[in-house]
């Protein structure tokens, strides 16, 4: 169930503009591809003018949207959050990444403000086990805002690691029940145990079970997922519901909520953006009607080149965030 902090911003959301005027201004917007990147990167442009299609109609719900905190040479945090806001929101929710323990607080706050925020750490699961971190855990746990949802992710994507021999899937599900019943103890209603795995990890193909690194206790909150289209040399984006059911079943038979804590998708050759912008808008819509907590895009060129630089999909992704 979406918190009062989620519902009141759609609730001023929603005050700002009546339905009619929203799609109007909607339309307009999309047809002069109006919102241009705020970024050091120059926006990928059509080198033909093309026709754009109509928006979709998107349902508005619970769901939010957001981006990961990317930083191109040269920014600070916070001139990036900055950026961010300015090129699609402000938006929903921040997703953040530590390599080790998670960011102290009032360093989050300078840097993102006072918005939700899905923020992952990586700690070794012996040293987890061992009560190594407990201290400080805990301590991050009860220093955690009161104002807003705080998705906490212990070891985002461990299936690699497991398959290399680093640590065993049960290892992991042992470090992060470990993590999940330390703040179990603080007793924050707006503390969300998360857990996130990888979209492959759930298909038949991967050759992998997904509940091998899910804790049968009840300690999840949200079985989160990162999910990819296919890559750019794809003849098409990935089906979206062959992509997303599967994971949102899975956490469903768990009896969790769900999300997408990675979105990306390169944009395919000979594609002047438009295609990737409907592809979007349609993973959106269906995050909405499944009433997915939130959706952050994977807006960085690491792995690949998955930043938002073309009009069509930077306005599709700001129509999602204002939604």
């Known amino acids: 169930m ?3 902090g989620s519902g009141e911003r759609r ?7 009546t339905p009619t005027a929203l799609a109007l201004i909607v339309t307009l917007s999309l047809a002069a591809c109006s919102v241009a990147p705020h970024s050091a990167e120059s926006p990928q442009r059509p080198t033909e003018q093309t026709s754009v299609r109509p928006p979709i109609a998107l349902p508005s719900g619970g769901t939010l949207f957001g981006s990961n905190v990317w930083q191109a040479p040269g920014e600070t945090p916070r001139e990036a959050m900055t950026r961010i806001d300015a090129t699609y929101g402000p938006v929903d929710i921040a997703r953040l ?28 699961p012996a040293k987890v086990l061992a009560g190594e971190f407990d201290d400080q855990l805990t301590a991050w746990f009860r220093g955690a805002p009161a104002d807003r949802d705080v998705y906490w992710v212990y070891y985002h994507e461990p299936e690699d690691e497991t398959e290399r021999g680093e640590f065993s899937a049960q290892a992991f599900q042992d470090a992060w029940t470990h993590i999940a019943r330390l703040a179990e103890a603080v007793d924050s209603p707006r503390l ?3 857990l996130i795995l990888m979209c492959w990890t759930v298909t038949e193909h991967s050759g992998r079970l997904w509940r091998d690194y899910v804790p ?11 999910c990819y289209a296919k890559g750019a040399d794809a003849e098409s984006y990935a089906d979206i519901t062959a992509l997303l059911e599967p994971a949102r079943q899975a956490s469903a038979s768990i009896g969790a909520a769900w999300g997408i804590g990675e979105l990306g998708a390169r944009i395919m050759d000979g594609d002047d953006g438009h295609d990737r912008a409907a592809w979007l808008q349609e993973v959106g819509r269906y995050a909405i009607e499944h009433d997915a907590r939130f959706v952050t895009y994977f807006d960085a060129p690491i792995g690949g080149s998955f930043r938002l630089t073309d009009p069509p999909s930077i ?7 204002r939604s």
């Open 2 to 4: 979406p918190s009062t």
């Open 11 to 17: 609730r001023r959301r929603a005050a700002r503009l």
């Open 97 to 124: 990444f530590s390599k080790w323990m998670p960011p102290d607080w009032g360093v989050l706050d300078e840097e993102v403000g006072d918005r939700p925020v899905v923020v992952s750490f990586r700690l070794r």
């Open 192 to 194: 969300h145990a998360t």
């Open 216 to 226: 049968d206790n009840g300690l999840v909150d949200v079985l989160a997922w990162d």
């Open 315 to 321: 306005e599709v992704w700001a129509r999602l965030v």
